[in-house]
C-alpha cells in the first residue's frame, strides 16, 4: 500500500534531550513537509523539502532540523532549542509544482515533554 | 499573503441535519482551496478541492462546498449529517512560496453530532 508512515506513534521526552521524529513516503512525491499541531491553532509550517537534500524554513523552524538526504525520508529532530516542544506533529508529501495539489498527511506522532 | 478564517471554532447538529462549516479566504490572486477532515489522534484526510473548474465541489462522504468568488467563501456543506462525521474540520489555501507551493491551514471547526 502507498503512503506515509509516521513513527513513533508516541514520544515521551526529558527536557534538555533530542528527539528525531521519522517519516517516510513511498508515493514518489517530491515534496515533503512537517507540521506542527496545537489545539485551537491548526496545523503551522515548520520546515519543506522540495527536493532531496534542499529543504526551507516554515513559519515555526525556531528549535527544529531535518534533513532529506533520501526521497523516500524526511526525519525532523525537535532540539533542546525548542521550549515548548508538546504537540502532535505531522508529516505530508505531496507531487511537486501546481497550486492544486493536495497533500497527504501520515498518521502524526504526539511528542509529550516528561 | 494567503490566509483563511475558519467562522466557527465548534459547531453541534443532531444526526439527520444539515451540516454547514464557514470558511472565508484572502488571496491575491485565484486561490485553489481544500477541505480536510481529522479524526482524533489521526492524519488528516482530504475530502474535497476546489482548482478554478466547476464552482460546486462535491467530494467524499457526501460533501460538497461551493466557491463564492464575490464573497470570498468556500463553505462545506452536507445534508444530513451522521455520527461518523464528528471530527475536526480544516479549510486550506494553497500558496505560493519562494521554494515552492505551501498549504496555509485554518485554526479548524470541530464538528459535534448529536444522537
Known amino acids: 500500500d502507498g503512503g506515509i508512515t509516521q513513527s513513533p506513534k508516541y514520544l515521551f521526552r526529558k527536557e534538555g534531550q533530542n528527539v528525531t521524529l521519522s517519516c517516510e513516503q513511498n508515493?514518489?512525491?517530491?515534496?515533503m513537509y512537517w507540521y506542527r499541531q496545537d489545539p485551537g491553532q491548526g496545523l503551522r509550517l515548520i520546515y519543506y523539502s522540495q527536493i532531496v537534500n534542499d529543504f526551507q524554513k516554515g513559519d515555526i523552524a525556531e528549535g527544529y532540523s531535518v534533513s532529506r538526504e533520501k526521497k523516500e525520508s524526511f526525519p525532523l529532530t525537535v532540539t533542546s532549542a525548542q521550549k515548548n516542544p508538546t504537540a502532535f506533529y505531522l508529516c505530508?508529501?505531496?507531487?511537486?509544482?501546481?497550486?492544486?495539489?493536495?497533500?497527504?498527511f501520515g498518521q502524526g506522532t504526539r511528542l509529550t515533554v516528561v | 499573503a494567503q490566509s483563511v478564517t475558519q467562522l466557527d471554532s465548534h459547531v453541534s447538529v443532531s444526526e439527520g441535519t444539515p451540516v454547514l462549516l464557514r470558511c472565508n479566504y484572502s488571496s491575491s490572486y485565484s486561490p485553489s482551496l481544500f477541505w480536510y477532515v481529522q479524526h482524533p489522534n489521526k492524519g488528516l484526510q482530504l475530502l474535497l478541492k476546489y482548482t478554478s473548474a466547476a464552482t460546486l465541489v462535491k467530494g467524499i462522504n457526501g460533501f460538497e462546498a461551493e466557491f463564492k468568488k464575490s464573497e470570498t467563501s468556500f463553505h462545506l456543506t452536507k445534508p444530513s449529517a451522521h455520527m461518523s462525521d464528528a471530527a475536526e474540520y480544516f479549510c486550506?489555501?494553497?500558496?505560493?512560496?519562494?521554494?515552492?507551493?505551501?498549504?496555509?491551514f485554518g485554526a479548524g471547526t470541530i464538528l459535534r453530532v448529536k444522537s
Open positions: 486550506v489555501v494553497s500558496a505560493f512560496a519562494l521554494y515552492g507551493n505551501k498549504l496555509v
Open positions: 508515493l514518489n512525491h517530491d515534496a
Open positions: 505530508a508529501s505531496s507531487v511537486q509544482g501546481p497550486l492544486n495539489t493536495e497533500a497527504f
